[in-house]
C-alpha cells in the first residue's frame, strides 16, 4: 500500500519568503508527526496532531512556524519569513493511533528545504 | 529534560565482525525506546522496540535502566547493514527524541 508522501521533495528558496511542506499520511492514520533534521543531526520533533488539533506544538522554534490539518489527513507545515538557519530536511510521519511501543510511526521521505 | 546520546557518529567494522552502537538516555519516567534506521536513499524506518525484545535482521538491543542505556548488537555484520543508525526515546503518546546518530559503514 501507499506510504507517507511529502511534496515538494526539494523546496529552493529565498530568504524572507514564505513556504508550504505538504505531507500525505496512510490512510486511516490519525496521528500524523512533523520532525526537522538538520545537517548531521537526528530528527527534532516539531509537531504532533491527533485527528485535526494540534495536541503538541512545543517543538515550534518560534511563531514564523505553523501547521494545519483541517480534515483530519492531509498537513501542511507553513513557515513564513523564512531564515537561512530553517534550511533542513522537514519529516512527517503516520501512526494508526497516538505513537508509543504498539504504534510503529511511518515516515515520508522527506522535504528538503534550502534557504538562499 | 530526556536526552539520547549517541556518543558515534562513525562506526566501521569489516563484514562477520561484531558491530555494537551505543546508545544512553536520560529520562525520569519509564522510558519506551526505540532504535530506527535508514538506509542509503531510502526513508527513515523503525528496526526494533525495546518493549518487544525480538531480534530483528539479527540485531537485539537491551535496555539497562542501572547504566541507562539501549545499546544495538549484532554478532557478524553484512554489507547491507551499511545506513544510519538512531537510537530514540518516546513519550508516552509518540513524541520521539533521537540521538544524533551513527553511520555504520560495513567493508568487505
Known amino acids: 500500500g501507499a506510504g507517507v508522501s511529502q511534496t515538494p521533495s526539494n523546496k529552493v528558496t529565498e530568504k524572507g519568503k514564505y513556504v508550504e511542506l505538504r505531507c500525505d499520511p496512510i490512510?486511516?492514520?490519525?496521528?500524523l508527526y512533523w520532525y526537522r533534521q538538520s545537517l548531521g543531526q537526528g530528527p527534532e520533533f516539531l509537531i504532533y496532531?491527533?485527528?485535526?488539533?494540534?495536541?503538541?506544538d512545543s517543538g515550534l522554534p518560534n511563531d514564523r512556524f505553523f501547521a494545519v490539518r483541517p480534515e483530519g489527513s492531509v498537513s501542511t507545515l507553513k513557515i513564513q519569513r523564512t531564515e537561512r538557519g530553517d534550511s533542513a530536511v522537514y519529516l512527517c510521519?503516520?501512526?494508526?493511533?497516538?505513537?508509543?511501543?504498539?504504534?510503529?510511526?511511518?515516515f515520508g521521505p522527506g522535504t528538503r528545504l534550502t534557504v538562499l | 529534560a530526556q536526552r539520547v546520546t549517541q556518543p558515534e557518529k562513525l562506526l566501521s567494522v569489516f563484514k562477520g565482525a561484531p558491530v555494537e552502537l551505543k546508545c544512553n538516555y536520560s529520562?525520569?519516567?519509564?522510558?519506551?525506546l526505540f532504535w530506527y534506521v535508514q538506509y542509503s536513499r531510502q526513508r527513515l524506518q523503525l528496526l526494533l522496540r525495546h518493549i518487544s525484545r525480538e531480534s530483528i535482521k539479527g540485531f537485539t538491543a537491551d535496555l539497562n535502566k542501572g547504566e541507562t542505556s539501549f545499546h544495538l548488537k549484532k554478532p557478524f555484520a553484512q554489507e547491507e547493514d551499511s545506513a544510519m543508525y538512531y537510537c530514540a526515546l518516546s513519550e508516552s503518546w509518540g513524541k520521539l527524541q533521537f540521538g544524533a546518530g551513527t553511520q555504520v559503514v560495513v567493508t568487505p
Open positions: 496532531f491527533q485527528g485535526t488539533g494540534a495536541a503538541d
Open positions: 529520562y525520569s519516567g519509564s522510558p519506551e
Open positions: 510521519a503516520s501512526s494508526l493511533g497516538p505513537s508509543g511501543s504498539y504504534n510503529e510511526q511511518f
Open positions: 490512510s486511516g492514520h490519525t496521528a
